[in-house]
């Protein structure tokens, strides 16, 4: 589990705050993914990157803002949350993004939204 | 539309009986099919995943699954459960869309092992 570590595990919030979460993957891998984890919801992809490249952006709102400056480390910059934007936000990586490699995840930061 | 399906809400059995976590898919194309476990407070674990070859496929902590294609099913199974077994269980499918590949989850199955 070490491979993908998250930081911070727990993030509380109020709507007009701006914090930054943090995703570094240990792994030699070149493909990074961050999920968003709901109450009774399947796990939603938000965003992939490939070679630092963003390749996905699953109709997040834009108040969503992600960042990945070296194949290593991902970021998901946050302003002006709702509190339906509450919940636990999963990191993943793998070996390449072609649908064969095994995504490892991170142990989540649990975002609760004011 | 692509899709992958966990019909079952909570699995539970009692320590030492077989258990099935059922997960049926829906793509074009060949599958490519993964299980996933999350324990609470915790991440995603892999178990397992097909890609292609045997249809039986062997996984981490005694799990198996089996592809079936006529029945685009891949159900997770283990022949003697614990109850350290007891957690979340996450079917995963391969999709194309434009961007390239993702995963797709279907919404989890809690397992719950009696002693």
């Known amino acids: 589990e070490t491979g993908v570590t998250q930081t911070p595990r727990h993030l509380v919030m109020g709507m007009t705050n701006k914090k930054s979460l943090k995703c570094e993957q240990h792994l030699g891998h070149n493909a990074m993914y961050w999920y968003k984890q709901s109450a009774k919801k399947p796990l939603e992809l938000m965003f992939v990157y490939n070679f630092k490249e963003q390749t996905e952006n699953n109709s997040v709102p834009s108040r969503f803002s992600p960042e990945c400056p070296n194949s290593s480390h991902l970021f998901l910059h946050l302003h002006t949350l709702q509190p339906e934007d509450s919940a636990l936000y999963l990191c993943?990586?793998?070996?390449?993004?072609?649908?064969?490699?095994?995504?490892?995840f991170g142990p989540g930061t649990r975002l609760t939204v004011l | 539309a692509q899709s992958v399906a966990q019909p079952e809400d909570q699995v539970n059995v009692a320590e030492g009986n077989p258990l099935t976590v059922k997960c049926t898919y829906s793509v074009s194309g060949n599958p490519y099919l993964f299980w996933y476990v999350q324990y609470p407070n915790r991440g995603l674990q892999f178990l397992l995943k097909?890609?292609?070859?045997?249809?039986l496929v062997k996984g981490s902590y005694g799990f198996e699954a089996e592809f079936n294609k006529s029945q685009t099913s891949f159900h997770l199974k283990k022949p003697s459960a614990l109850v350290s077994d007891s957690a979340l269980y996450f079917c995963?499918?391969?999709?194309?869309?434009?961007?390239?590949?993702?995963?797709?989850f279907g919404k989890g199955t809690t397992l719950s092992v009696s002693s």
């Open positions: 995963a499918v391969r999709v194309v869309n434009q961007a390239g590949t993702a995963l797709i």
């Open positions: 097909y890609i292609t070859g045997d249809n």
């Open positions: 993943a990586s793998s070996q390449g993004q072609w649908g064969t490699d095994t995504q490892y």
